[in-house]
């Protein structure tokens, strides 16, 4: 199992940017991690994810060019870089672990998830 934990989540204006920050406990490096938003009434969605050791990324088409998956299996953690922000990325961003091989990277089906980070972008 992993357990995860985000940060950095908080009130932007647009146009700024935010780095949000997950910390795993376990094997962090024999999953691919993902994060995940939801916005108020809505399902949540898939943003981005990485693979196992980072090579293979994919992101959703609305934020690609602006928000950028990393990760460090050294210190067991995932970032999200968000440039640009709009008030449309305002939602509670989650992080998520799954079991997967080596240049998987999953866009669904994530077993394992963090409590979330609000995110709220002002006009």
């Known amino acids: 199992q992993v357990r995860l934990v985000e940060s950095g989540g908080g009130l932007v204006q647009a146009g700024d940017s935010l780095r949000l920050s997950c910390a795993a406990s376990?094997?962090?490096?024999?999953?691919?991690m993902g994060w995940f938003r939801q916005a108020p009434g809505e399902e949540r969605k898939f943003v981005a994810g990485?693979?196992?050791?980072?090579?293979?990324?994919s992101t959703a088409d609305s934020v690609k060019g602006r928000f950028t998956i990393t990760r460090d299996n050294a210190k067991k953690s995932v970032y999200l870089q968000m440039n640009n922000l709009n008030p449309a990325d305002t939602a509670v961003y989650y992080c998520?672990?799954?079991?997967?091989?080596?240049?998987?990277?999953?866009?669904?089906?994530?077993?394992?998830w963090g409590q979330g980070t609000q995110v709220t972008v002002s006009s």
């Open positions: 990485i693979s196992r050791g980072g090579s293979r990324t």
């Open positions: 998520a672990a799954e079991p997967s091989a080596l240049y998987v990277v999953p866009t669904t089906g994530y077993d394992y």
């Open positions: 376990g094997s962090s490096s024999d999953y691919a």
